[in-house]
Structures are given as C-alpha cells and as structure tokens.
C-alpha cells in the first residue's frame, strides 16, 4: 500500500512537472511564437510552398522563411511575408505573437476582416496588409488600444466605410496610408491634431465634403499629404501654409474651387505640388516663383487664366511643369530659360499665341526635355531650326496650331 501511493505521488510530480516545462512560455521547445505561427499557417494556401520552413518539428522559428527574432530573448519581432501569393484569413493566430514589431503581408490575397485587436500586441510598431483583398469596414477599436503603432497600410483593397474616429486618438501614428479603397464619408477634423504624423495617404477613395485642416499648422513633421483622387469639394483652406515642413502636397483629382490660397507660398521646402483635375480659377500667383525648391507643378485640367508669370523663370530645380487644359493667354516668358532641368513640359490645350521662343530649342538650354507639348494653342509663325537640338526628346507634339513655313532639316536629326 505503501509502495503505490508513493508511486502515484512520484507520477503525479512526474506529471506535473512535465505540464510545467512543455507549456511554459519560455520554453524554446513549445512557445506561444510557435503555436501561434503554426495556427496561422493552418488558415493559410501557400500555393508556392514559401512556408515549408513552418514545420512544428522545428523549435527553432527564427530560422523559418519570413521571421525574425529579437537576439536578446529568442522571440519573433518580425513577421514579413510580402508578395508570397498566399491566400485566406488573417488568423487570430497572430495575437500570440506578443512580441512582434513589424508585422507585413503585403502583395497577397488574404481576404475577410481587419482584426480589431492586433494593436493589443504592446510591442506592435507596423502594421503593413497593402495590396491584398481586405474588406469591410476599418474597425474604431483598432486605434482605440493603439499601443506603440507607428505605421500603418491598408492601401490597395476592398475596405470600405468611414475613415476611424478613433485615428485621432493614435498619438504614436508617424505614416498613415489607406489609398485605393473605397472608403467614403467625411475625414475626422482629429487627424491634424496628430503631432507625430509624417505622411497621410487617403487618395483614391470616395471622401467628401470641404477639407477642414484645422490643427495642421502643428504639424511641423507633416511631409507628406494626398487626398488625390476623392470629392473633396470648396475651397483650399488657408491653414494648409502652417506645414512649413511639407514636400508634397497632392490635392488632384477632386471637385475643389477658388484659388490657390496666398499662405501656401510658405511651403518652401515643397518639392512637388499637384492640384490638376479639379475646377480652381484665377490667376497663376506670381509668388509661385519663390517655391525654389520645386522639382515638379502641375495645374493642368482646371480654368486657371491670365498670363504664365515670368518668375517661373526663378524654378531652376523644375523638372515636370504642366499647365494643360486652362485657359492662359499671352506666350512663354523668356524667364524660363533658366529652367535647364526640365524634362516634361506640357502646355497644350490653352489660348497662348505668338512666335514660339528660339530659347525653347537652343542647344544645351533644355538638353534633357523628354516630353514637349505644345498643341492645341495660337502660336505661330515658323517653327524654330533649333528643334533637332532636343536630342532627348521623346514626345513632340505641336499640333493645332498656326505654323507656316517648311519643316526645319535638322528636324530629321531627332530620333
């Protein structure tokens, strides 16, 4: 009697022990990285095989394709499986991943919900599902328990639904990108009061009303903003020239009116300024010429008038300038002879008139312009013997015009 209750006591400690070491959370052998990696993988159609590494028999996952691990305690920080044409639910598999930083499934076809608890992974910094099948609807509790969350990409699915509210409560966000979905509703006036935000990328969704920037001028960081391809309507409001910080700015594509507001001349890092397609009037203001940092300007496809400003001649960083489709009037300032670095210019579909500049196609002046439109407009008189001297064109168009004359030989040189 003895002998077999101390036996049963001996199995029972046996036992126990064994519990102890198989589940505990350090354990090499069975932590939660494992379980969680192999529960995901289990939802998942990995027609290329580019998870053969993910074998439960490998208690080594830092090594498996895709995964990286913290040398410090051996855990998964990083989960990046980009472009491995894999398919199904984003399982909730990953939620025991609780050390996990960097989390990216891009350039597949996972389809279903955004989890809404993802962002309860304390450590979670990035979070990139771009250019998969998601649908629905982005969930409020996302931002809501945020944590660390820095970086977030929902570009290029099915999502639709409101822009979150709770996106202004996410003070840690640097980078917010949900272009290319089919979300719709107003933008939460919020967002501009997130003091860390770099970049903010909604273009290419369904989003109304007038944009409202208040609380933008305090967002000294801000580099980058598009809201391209929407419906937007009303006016640009003035607040915007408070990001002093801004190198481009992407406004095309909606249904906004007036004019371009005098504050934006404060942008002077800005590089790139893109307001085609949309209805703006009024004059090109002169003071865009002291915007010297500009590498491209594109107005075109609004009804802009008036005369081209002769500071334009100031842009000597200017590559792409595009003015089609407005209704300017005169000719080419001969300013913008110092523009040398411009490779597309497109000018087309407008009123201007008279001789067309010799400047336009002297040698070495525009040695790189690989794109010159000048069509549909009132210019006449010959066409310039300088032409053949744009050796890098590979656009030339110059129709609908007034032309006379023959066509210059050295127009045979271009090829």
Not at 61 to 85: A, I, Q
Not at 98 to 116: D, E, H, K, M
Request: aromatic content about 10%; hydrophobic content about 35%.
């Amino acid at each position: 009697m003895f002998h077999s209750m101390m036996n049963l006591l001996f199995f029972t400690l046996f036992t126990t022990s064994v519990t102890i070491q198989v589940f505990s959370v350090d354990d090499p052998v069975f932590n939660d990285d494992i379980l969680g990696l192999i529960v995901f993988k289990a939802g998942l159609q990995d027609p290329n095989h580019k998870l053969s590494s993910w074998n439960d028999d490998d208690y080594t996952p830092c090594n498996w394709e895709g995964v990286k691990c913290d040398s410090s305690n051996n855990r998964v920080n990083s989960l990046v499986l980009d472009g491995f044409s894999l398919s199904g639910h984003i399982d909730r598999g990953l939620l025991r991943l609780q050390y996990l930083q960097i989390l990216s499934l891009s350039g597949n076809n996972f389809t279903g919900f955004i989890n809404p608890d993802l962002p309860k992974l304390g450590s979670l910094e990035a979070v990139d599902f771009s250019d998969n099948n998601l649908q629905g609807s982005v969930p409020e509790e996302f931002f809501q328990q945020c944590g660390s969350l820095k970086n977030v990409n929902f570009a290029k699915n099915n999502l639709t639904g409101n822009v979150p509210d709770s996106l202004s409560s996410c003070s840690s966000l640097t980078n917010v990108n949900f272009s290319s979905n089919q979300m719709y509703g107003k933008l939460p006036s919020g967002v501009w009061f997130l003091r860390g935000l770099q970049s903010f990328d909604v273009s290419n969704n369904l989003l109304e009303g007038e944009i409202v920037l208040e609380g933008i001028q305090n967002l000294y960081g801000l580099r980058e903003l598009s809201l391209r391809k929407n419906r937007f309507s009303g006016r640009i409001p003035e607040e915007i020239g408070g990001c002093i910080g801004l190198k481009s700015l992407d406004l095309s594509g909606n249904f906004l009116s007036g004019g371009i507001p005098q504050s934006m001349q404060r942008l002077n890092s800005c590089n790139s300024i893109s307001l085609q397609e949309n209805s703006f009037t009024g004059n090109i203001p002169d003071w865009i010429g002291e915007m010297k940092g500009l590498e491209n300007l594109d107005l075109s496809s609004n009804r802009f008038s008036g005369w081209i400003p002769k500071s334009l001649g100031k842009l000597e960083m200017l590559q792409r300038l595009n003015f089609s489709r407005n209704q300017l009037t005169g000719n080419l300032p001969d300013s913008m002879i110092n523009c040398t670095n411009l490779l597309a210019f497109d000018i087309s579909h407008n009123n201007l008139d008279g001789y067309l500049p010799s400047w336009i196609f002297t040698k070495g002046n525009y040695h790189g312009l690989e794109v010159l439109d000048l069509s549909t407009n009132g210019f006449s008189g010959g066409i310039p013997s300088g032409i053949g001297g744009l050796r890098s064109l590979k656009l030339l168009n110059m129709s609908s015009n007034s032309f006379y004359g023959s066509v210059p030989v050295r127009f045979s040189l271009m090829s």
